[in-house]
């Protein structure tokens, strides 16, 4: 059920002690995308604003699909606790290094290796709905700070663009990311 347009305090809360969250994303034709992400990635700024670092990855679909339609949803589950499923719904913005917000978006966030785009969402609706169907899970490690940062910085930056030119140019529909278009 739609619970308005703003995340209140309690929401904001939830967001900030999550894990995970995931991503969806689609263009007008071609594949949805759905991807998980982690790590301390996620800014809650303000009630209808989340900023997000994306972390270099095997394909860069959500790029793609921002550049053609803004849409974008994420969603949390409560892994622990009470049962909850929020899913925010908006349009976003993919922001580049190259671009001239890049550094003050990504400042608040640690410095990550392999950091690709950060995305700005407006959020216009927010969902909760029950989550009795989740299971509750312990959480052991994160893959993220423990390989996949460790990774990107033995590459090095131009072995990272190295790796965006093999892997994150264009997406599984064929459409370009936009990763090094001007």
């Known amino acids: 059920m739609p619970t308005g347009s703003k995340l209140n305090r309690t929401l904001r809360e939830f967001i900030e002690k999550q894990p995970l969250f995931f991503v969806a994303t689609a263009d007008r034709t071609g594949r949805v995308n759905v991807s998980p992400k982690g790590m301390k990635t996620l800014r809650v700024d303000g009630d209808n604003r989340i900023v997000w670092l994306n972390l270099s ?61 950060v995305f700005d969402l407006q959020i216009d609706l927010v969902q909760t709905s029950c989550g009795t169907g989740v299971p509750v899970m312990d959480l052991r490690r994160s893959r993220g700070e423990e390989d996949l940062v460790p990774y990107y910085d033995g590459l090095g930056k131009a072995g990272v663009e190295d790796y965006w030119r093999r892997k994150n140019v264009r997406t599984l529909d064929g459409r370009p990311t936009g990763i090094f278009e001007d």
Request: negative net charge; proline residues 5%.
């Open 57 to 117: 990855g095997s394909g860069n679909e959500t790029a793609a699909h921002v550049r053609a339609t803004g849409r974008m949803t994420l969603m949390f589950c409560a892994f622990e606790g009470d049962p909850l499923i929020l899913r925010l719904y908006g349009q976003a913005r993919v922001i580049h290094p190259r671009d001239p917000e890049w550094h003050a978006l990504v400042s608040d966030f640690d410095a990550m290796a392999g950091s690709r785009q």
